[in-house]
Structure formats: C-alpha cells, structure tokens
C-alpha cells in the first residue's frame, strides 16, 4: 500500500518549535518532489515549503521564510519539517505530498500535480 504519514503535531506556545515527519511506505522517495501545505477550516490549502527530489533545491512561502525549513533523508525515506518560532497563525492541519518528477525542482501549488497525500497532522500554537 502506497502512503504517507505524517507525525510531530501538537499543541505548542508562541515561539516555540515543532518538527514534522512525513514518512513513505510502499514507495520510495528518491524520485519525488515533497511539499507541506497546510489548511484551515474555510480556507484553501496554501503551499509551506517543498523539496526537490536531490534536496537540492528548496522553496518557502513568505510568511515563514527564515522560520520553517524543510529537509529529506531519502536512506529513511522521509522528509522533515522543521518549525521554529512558531506563531499563532500557523495553526492548522499540515499535510505532506509526494509528486513524482524527473527534473530536480518543487512546487507550492497543491494542484501541482502531487499524486499522494498524507493524512494531517495537527498543528496548534497557542498560550
């Protein structure tokens, strides 16, 4: 069986850090772009952060440049998110995706043509 699962939510205060996995089983992960996007209730899927295949190649969205960064351990098959500073406002269920690509880049998008998806994880800051 093909999936993702994420892991590492949880409640947390301002300023305070998290680390998400997203781990793969059924497939390997050594050809796939990785993104996290996160939702809340009433409100779209919005793109966090992507890896490309290699990890050569990174993107952030503005609002947590500097704050969130993203790896991969492909020996382990699984990519991680960390999160520092975190602020009330990042909030939400994050999910990760996989697309399978052969050119080394990522996308935000969450209709970019990522094919698996992880379940969510619960992320909750707040005092």
């Known amino acids: 069986q093909l999936q993702l699962v994420e892991s590492g939510g949880g409640l947390v205060q301002p300023g305070g850090s998290l680390r998400l996995s997203c781990a793969a089983s059924?497939?390997?992960?050594?050809?796939?772009?990785i993104g996290w996007f996160r939702q809340v209730p009433g409100k779209e899927r919005e793109g966090v952060s992507c890896?490309?295949?290699?990890?050569?190649?990174?993107i952030y969205a503005d609002d947590v440049k500097g704050r969130f960064t993203i790896s991969r351990d492909n020996a382990k098959n699984t990519v991680y998110l960390q999160m520092n500073s975190l602020k009330p406002e990042d909030t939400a269920i994050y999910y990760c995706?996989?697309?399978?690509?052969?050119?080394?880049?990522?996308?935000?998008?969450?209709?970019?043509?990522?094919?698996?998806w992880g379940q969510g994880t619960q992320v909750t800051v707040s005092s």
């Open positions: 059924g497939f390997t992960l050594d050809y796939s772009a």
């Open positions: 995706a996989a697309r399978h690509t052969i050119v080394d880049s990522c996308w935000l998008r969450a209709s970019a043509g990522y094919s698996y």
């Open positions: 890896i490309s295949s290699s990890g050569g190649s990174t």
